[in-house]
């Protein structure tokens, strides 16, 4: 492993600073062709962690950032460590009663919001129980918002001399509530720990050797745990260099990485069947693109990947709550698996009985780690959640997987019922929820249906109340309003009853292996336009 760091160092706003002294302000990340160095990015952390402090954040406050990939993102986020405040990243297609969900749960008392995402945001302000004051990132040309609650321009509160009072941060204490997928419940907050993001530095940078030579392209959202921990941070440990652009593009891709020198990126969902299917160029191979981490490629497009591209794939099997407790690396790895177990991680798989199986025998991922502060602290305002994931003092992942004879792990399926679209966690509880509110509809049950491209596509399957009609382009358009785009269902099955087990529970696993029927709506096959 990576040479030990003395735990008073191991914070992330403590990292910033050893390495915006080391590197003064040599290039750390580009933005739309403008370059930031690591001084850059302390000083206006500095400059951020002062202005929220002026405002009242302070250590242990939860500040929701609702930004799309941008600098200020950035610059919050390393600003709000200094203060030991807790990030709430909250993904920018949520809306309607998941995001006032999240607001609330996690107790944020601050907000600070980009201006494109107001339209979801204001409508919500008399929800947001606890939201005292709203920080606006705003274009120059825009007024702020009127609101029932204290209001600031972003620059306003950006433009002081950097000066603020530090806060004794620990590495036990927690930087971040990253929000996971409910399954058979509402979405869960994990209370993530400043050494959690150290550690998932560590073993990005062994696994793919990371140099200061290095540049990592980085297009998955900064409200997700995988451009921050596994992208962000191990940049910084490691001296390298970072491409942040705002969302992922096939068209723009590969002159991307040409552009910028990238050697490294971090794929989910779709997007290694999404590069593959784009014609083929004679000079594919001819990329400075060494690696590429991910997971659950098929063999086949994992080998076509690595042949077309020149490209070396590395995957592994992680969640936010844990990390990555299984994982290839350069030098050791078996392709199209979630390779073996890493240092200091203990892990097994068991039945339905909690009793360990042999190797070729799926069942449920059991693990833990050897050191502290390496995973979650807990799932945050749900004692029971966090005691449900710790029985037997084991954290239950929920997923499926079986371990073959050279030990390295496979991935099979999720136990739970969350669902996973083009690199989103859906959860089904959240889908079934909205849709039951509509009018026309008795209850539903949300199920995964395998796309053309092997990815999850969201399937309802639904019973309307007596004497009522729905067309599927009415339920679509009622979808809109209510949740983000991801998670609205590609497939509508109307039925005259779902089937339920003798407790009145719906057969999901029934539906699952029913698929897609005949009499099955498909929203792209009718040609309905989602409205953006």
């Keep these: 492993m990576t040479k030990a760091i003395d735990i008073h160092d191991r914070t992330i706003h403590q990292l910033l600073k050893k390495k915006a002294q080391q590197y003064g302000n040599r290039e750390f990340f580009r933005f739309n062709d403008k370059p930031f160095g690591f001084l850059d990015l302390d000083r206006e952390s500095d400059k951020?962690?002062?202005?929220?402090?002026?405002?009242?954040?302070?250590?242990?406050?939860?500040?929701?950032?609702?930004?799309?990939?941008?600098?200020?993102?950035?610059?919050t986020w390393f600003g709000l460590c200094k203060l030991g405040a807790i990030e709430v990243p909250i993904n920018t297609s949520h809306r309607g009663s998941l995001l006032?969900?999240?607001?609330?749960?996690?107790?944020?008392?601050?907000?600070?919001?980009?201006?494109?995402?107001?339209?979801?945001?204001v409508p919500l302000m008399n929800y947001f129980l606890k939201i005292e004051k709203v920080v606006v990132l705003k274009k120059q040309e825009e007024s702020l918002p009127k609101i029932n609650r204290p209001t600031f321009d972003y620059r306003e509160v950006m433009n002081n001399d950097g000066a603020y009072t530090p806060a004794v941060v620990k590495w036990t204490d927690p930087f971040a509530i990253m929000y996971t997928s409910g399954t058979t419940g509402p979405s869960k907050g994990a209370l993530m720990p400043h050494n959690y993001a150290i550690h998932m530095g560590e073993i990005v940078i062994d696994a793919l050797e990371y140099t200061e030579k290095d540049c990592l392209y980085t297009v998955l959202p900064l409200f997700h745990g995988n451009a921050?921990?596994?992208s962000t941070i191990p940049a910084l440990m490691s001296g390298a260099r970072m491409a942040l652009r705002e969302r992922f593009s096939a068209r723009c891709f590969w002159d991307d990485i040409k552009k910028y020198g990238c050697t490294e990126f971090n794929y989910i969902g779709a997007i290694l069947s999404i590069l593959f299917k784009m014609a083929p160029k004679p000079d594919d191979a001819d990329n400075p693109l060494r690696a590429m981490l991910g997971g659950e490629a098929p063999m086949a497009l994992f080998e076509a990947i690595e042949k077309r591209f020149g490209v070396t794939l590395i995957e592994g099997y992680g969640m936010s709550e844990i990390g990555i407790p299984l994982m290839n690396t350069l030098r050791i790895r078996k392709p199209a698996t979630c390779g073996r177990p890493l240092p200091d991680y203990i892990v097994k798989v068991v039945d339905d009985n909690g009793l360990e199986v042999d190797s070729h025998i799926p069942g449920e991922l059991l693990v833990r780690h050897l050191k502290p502060n390496c995973m979650l602290i807990e799932y945050y305002n749900m004692p029971e959640k966090t005691i449900e994931a710790w029985k037997d003092l084991w954290f239950h992942t929920g997923d499926i997987l079986y371990y073959d004879e050279d030990g390295y792990f496979h991935f099979v399926d999720r136990k739970k019922d969350a669902l996973r679209r083009r690199g989103e966690n859906i959860s089904s509880y959240e889908v079934e929820k909205i849709i039951n509110t509509h009018p026309a509809v008795l209850e539903s049950a949300a199920v995964a249906a395998i796309s053309e491209m092997g990815d999850d596509e969201v399937m309802i399957c639904l019973k309307l109340k007596p004497g009522h009609t729905l067309k599927p382009e009415e339920l679509m358009a009622y979808c809109e309003k209510k949740m983000a785009h991801f998670m609205i269902p590609r497939y509508v099955h109307f039925m005259d009853e779902l089937p339920k087990t003798p407790t009145e529970r719906v057969e999901k696993y029934r539906l699952r292996e029913q698929g897609i029927t005949k009499d099955t709506w498909d929203r792209e096959k009718a040609g309905y336009k989602l409205k953006k």
Excluded: H, T, W
Aim: charged share 20%; glycine share 10%.
């Design 100 to 121: 006032s969900y999240i607001i609330n749960q996690s107790d944020c008392s601050f907000m600070v919001v980009e201006s494109p995402f107001l339209d979801r945001v």
């Design 228 to 230: 921050q921990v596994l």
């Design 48 to 75: 951020a962690a002062a202005g929220l402090q002026r405002l009242g954040v302070g250590k242990g406050d939860k500040v929701a950032i609702v930004m799309g990939n941008r600098p200020e993102f950035l610059f």
